[in-house]
């Protein structure tokens, strides 16, 4: 089949790397414009222009917009039979998701309609959710609404973050998709409305929700380090400073009768942190300006014992 494609991260790649080096044609790439990025504001192109660019003959288009006729003529010109779409983020208005000839299809990093939206990794850590996985389907005017085609399941491990699921998915999703293609090509693969239950939606996440509440559980803080890893990274603060806590888990689950946020000690295993209720061991840091540390050397530092973080 003419495959175009649309997507702009990194997520997105193992897909196009998938179809490039499948029997489908790959007829052009939707990327999104080039970005100001760094400390010195260049301009730099998304990982998925970076990869497209490597085939000298694939058209790549990189409009602001797709809710103009003229933003749509290149992708016309194509004449796919499907748009696959894999965080593109930019709106497909009716006039686009009507264009190719079987429609548009997107790879969703949630089992649907559980986690609409655009942080769906994220908030299934936040939840506490025992698995996740990619969903197969095909776009339609509402937010993640569409009919699926099929999904894959992928369990959510204690110590999994984000930035691990977010990989694993990835390269789920490419192999769906082939397989979700081939169902179409050969007319074997029907698509199944969405369920009325079950929906939940997935907002982006804000840099504000980063700041550890060191009165809540154990387990709570321990999901939201794991969910906010690579980004924005939950942080807290220490002898006046801020501090970037990137791996942790946790060491005990019943109360303790110290303040929140005390430091009990220092394990092999990382810095004890008494919450609200339980014990949370930091494994993982990192001071603003440096690099990240393990939580023996950032113990090494300092005589750390009964000082408190988030004070």
Aim: hydrophobic share 45%.
């Amino acid at each position: 089949m003419r495959i175009a494609f649309a997507g702009t991260p990194h997520f997105a790649l193992p897909a196009l790397r998938a179809l490039l080096s499948s029997t489908h044609r790959v007829v052009g790439v939707l990327t999104q414009p080039d970005r100001p990025a760094g400390r010195g504001r260049e301009l730099r192109a998304s990982p998925v222009k970076l990869l497209a660019s490597t085939v000298r003959t694939l058209p790549i288009s990189q409009p602001p917009t797709l809710k103009t006729p003229e933003s749509r003529v290149e992708l016309a010109s194509w004449a796919p039979d499907v748009l696959v779409v894999v965080a593109y983020g930019l709106i497909l208005p009716p006039p686009v998701l009507s264009l190719p000839r079987l429609g548009c299809v997107n790879i969703h990093g949630s089992l649907l309609p559980r986690w609409r939206g655009a942080a769906p990794i994220q908030r299934a850590i936040l939840a506490g959710d025992a698995e996740t996985g990619v969903t197969i389907m095909q776009l339609d005017a509402g937010l993640d609404t569409g009919p699926t085609l099929l999904e894959r399941r992928h369990p959510i491990g204690t110590h999994d973050t984000a930035g691990d699921l977010h990989d694993v998915l990835a390269e789920l999703g490419a192999g769906a998709l082939i397989e979700a293609l081939a169902g179409l090509a050969a007319g074997t693969l029907a698509a199944t409305p969405q369920p009325a239950d079950g929906a939940t939606y997935a907002p982006k996440l804000e840099k504000s929700e980063a700041r550890i509440d060191w009165n809540c559980d154990a387990l709570t803080i321990d999901r939201r380090v794991r969910a906010f890893n690579p980004w924005p990274v939950a942080e807290t603060t220490f002898a006046g400073e801020t501090l970037r806590i990137l791996r942790a888990h946790v060491a005990a689950p019943s109360a303790t009768d110290v303040s929140a946020g005390t430091l009990l000690g220092v394990a092999e295993e990382g810095l004890h942190v008494a919450c609200g209720d339980g014990v949370l061991a930091v494994s993982e840091l990192q001071r603003a300006g440096k690099r990240p540390v393990s939580a023996r050397d950032f113990a090494n530092a300092a005589r750390l014992e009964g000082t408190r973080f988030g004070a």
